[in-house]
């Protein structure tokens, strides 16, 4: 089945700098890239995703590139603020654009951004 | 509009115990999903209802996991008898099924600690 890794465990930066998390996908079936921010207390919430048939894509300061040959997928955050603390989970799905999302998640990246 | 909520927030049993989750999906919502996360690891999919119907439960443990649907509105997941392993943080998330837009609406999860 499908197994998504995740790295790093842990980030932290400085209010300002950009931050990167990666992610590696095994299955190349899967086409369905999602990015799911969990604050303290809450459950995770959708920040962007991307699929297959895209190579990037940007919202304001977070970004999303996939490498399929490559198997990767990556979230970059630029301009960091110090409520983008938390904890982002990348996952991967073969869902179609039906609604139904059996997600793989990987483990979680805890951001941490000092003023 | 009210989002997906769990309850209880934080259940504290012992082994051999029975606990029961509940979900209420965001009205409207007919795909229903439970996930869990062990500490530190993954959220792992459980299973998929669309309505009251079991789509998908592919990422049950074992027969100790009970998860019902009636009536297509909340949900609830029973764990019984409890071991030590099932503690972890149950995360229900709900979608519509007819937008194609792929995101899962979270609850806040019920924390589970077996003693």
């Known amino acids: 089945g499908e197994n998504v890794e995740q790295h790093p465990s842990t980030l932290s930066v400085q209010e300002g700098d950009s931050a990167v998390i990666k992610c590696t996908y095994s299955?190349?079936?899967?086409?369905?890239f999602p990015w799911y921010k969990q604050e303290l207390g809450k459950g995770p919430q959708l920040i962007i995703d991307?699929?297959?048939?895209?190579g990037e894509k940007k919202d304001q300061r977070i970004a999303v590139t996939l490498n399929k040959t490559a198997k990767h997928f990556s979230l970059h955050i630029t301009e960091t603020q110090p409520e983008d603390s938390a904890v982002y989970f990348c996952?991967?799905?073969?869902?179609?654009?039906?609604?139904?999302?059996?997600?793989?998640f990987g483990t979680g990246t805890r951001l941490l951004v000092s003023p | 509009e009210a989002g997906v909520t769990q309850f209880p927030s934080h259940s504290v049993i012992e082994k051999g115990q029975t606990v029961t989750l509940r979900c209420d999906p965001i009205?409207?919502?007919?795909?229903l999903y439970w996930y869990r996360r062990v500490m530190g690891k993954e959220i792992k999919f459980l299973l998929h209802?669309?309505?009251?119907?079991?789509?998908?439960e592919s990422g049950m443990p074992n027969n100790r996991f009970l998860a019902e649907r009636t009536g297509g509105t909340y949900s609830t997941l029973k764990v019984q008898p409890a071991e030590l392993e099932d503690s972890g943080v149950y995360f229900c998330?709900?979608?519509?099924?007819?937008?194609?837009?792929?995101?899962?609406?979270f609850g806040e999860g019920s924390r589970l600690t077996v003693l």
């Open positions: 209802f669309v309505k009251e119907s079991k789509q998908d």
């Open positions: 299955d190349s079936a899967s086409n369905y």
């Open positions: 998330a709900s979608s519509q099924v007819a937008r194609n837009t792929g995101e899962l609406f």
């Open positions: 009205s409207g919502h007919d795909n």
């Open positions: 996952a991967a799905s073969k869902g179609r654009d039906t609604g139904f999302q059996k997600l793989v």
């Open positions: 991307i699929r297959s048939n895209v």
